[in-house]
């Protein structure tokens, strides 16, 4: 293929689309016009960082529901709104999107992909899948999927994304003459129905023009990151409870459990569990599980322990209504115990002692 081959290459997506394409509550029906909706595409960018469409499906529209404007969201605090996220992890995009909200809300939708790229949250490839799809600006985004497909396409060796500059350059005039909406989102849908890590060449509108395929080289192009190996620890994850309230961590401003509460995470290695025969006093356990974050793998073991009587909590805890819980916007893993506590649990054979677990939770005095 000599090169730049034409990006008429890429026009059997734009029918295949038309055709194919999934019913997702955040697609415009007109892909020939700016979206009636901007804030809808938003919406959708910052869920879909990070997350599978199908888990974000339900929570847009319940969220586009709750907050169908972004002066809505932005009059809304933010315990409501991290509330609204819980369970979509990666909570700082709830922060983003509503800062993001408030700009538009004050100032109007930015004019540019410049601007865009300025809202809380939108990266290069958020500002240019926007600029794209909720206004039909030709800015080429190139997010893993779309890198894939035009490096299969394209039978680019190497690392896709050294070349971005020249690859959105090519991608520009597609865009124009296709309708950027329509072929940005036909390339992200190719993506991930069609040309996936393991391609299924045989359903794909380009086989008959793509150089990984003639070559046979899908298995190689793009060449497969090689990933760090995820740091691994252990930890008791505990409700305390007494007299109806529970021990809980409250938001920090900042990081990345920002705006969650947080049960107490003890390191499993430095509390030694015991035969709980000795305890003295009953400990319900559940089934532990590993919560896998991006870098990171925790094996958690969930206890809840019930006290006579509160202690003076160690700085940076508080105890709060055992009924209030249901309100407090919790992370995946906090959520989790704080589901299991209405169900049955078993004593365990082993586990810390009660007593190490409040000293490790309560103020040096106590
Ligand atoms: S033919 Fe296969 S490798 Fe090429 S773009 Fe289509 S799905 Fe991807």
């Not at 026009?11 to 979206?35: I, V, Y």
């Not at 009636?36 to 586009?64: C, G, H, I, K, N």
């Not at 500002?127 to 894939?148: E, K, S, V």
């Amino acid at each position: 293929m000599s090169w730049p081959p034409s990006p008429d290459l890429l026009a059997p997506l734009a029918p295949w689309f038309d055709q194919m394409r999934r019913a997702l509550p955040w697609r415009a029906t007109n892909l020939d016009a700016p979206h009636p909706d901007p804030y809808a595409v938003l919406v959708s960018e910052l869920m879909l960082q990070q997350t599978q469409v199908a888990t974000v499906v339900p929570y847009f529209t319940r969220w586009m529901d709750r907050f169908p404007t972004p002066r809505a969201l932005a009059e809304t605090d933010e315990d409501t709104v991290h509330k609204a996220w819980e369970g979509l992890g990666y909570y700082r995009r709830a922060r983003f999107l509503k800062a993001a909200a408030g700009s538009i809300a004050a100032e109007g939708w930015p004019g540019d992909l410049d601007g865009l790229a300025e809202l809380p949250g939108l990266g290069p490839y958020s500002a240019a899948a926007m600029g794209a799809i909720a206004f039909q600006w030709a800015t080429p985004a190139l997010d893993g999927n779309a890198f894939r497909v035009l490096a299969r396409l394209l039978l680019i060796a190497g690392d896709p994304k050294v070349r971005a500059a020249e690859l959105r350059t090519w991608l520009a005039p597609a865009l124009e003459a296709h309708g950027p909406s329509r072929m940005t989102q036909a390339i992200m849908e190719l993506g991930a129905t069609a040309c996936t890590p393991a391609p299924a060449c045989g359903t794909c509108p380009l086989a008959d023009r793509c150089g990984a395929h003639r070559a046979g080289r899908t298995g190689d192009i793009p060449p497969i990151a090689k990933r760090a190996k995820a740091k691994e620890s252990a930890l008791w994850l505990v409700a305390l409870e007494a007299e109806g309230q529970v021990l809980l961590h409250p938001p920090s401003a900042k990081g990345l459990l920002a705006g969650l509460w947080r049960w107490p995470a003890l390191d499993a290695t430095a509390l030694t569990p015991q035969l709980t025969a000795q305890s003295p006093r009953p400990i319900i356990a559940w089934p532990g599980w590993t919560q896998v974050y991006t870098h990171r793998r925790e094996a958690v073991s969930p206890l809840h322990i019930r006290l006579d009587a509160r202690f003076k909590p160690a700085g940076g805890l508080r105890w709060v209504l055992r009924e209030g819980l249901a309100d407090l916007p919790l992370g995946r893993r906090d959520q989790r115990l704080r589901d299991l506590l209405p169900t049955p649990g078993q004593t365990p054979l082993s586990a810390p002692d009660p007593r190490a677990l409040v000293k490790a939770c309560a103020a040096p005095s106590e």
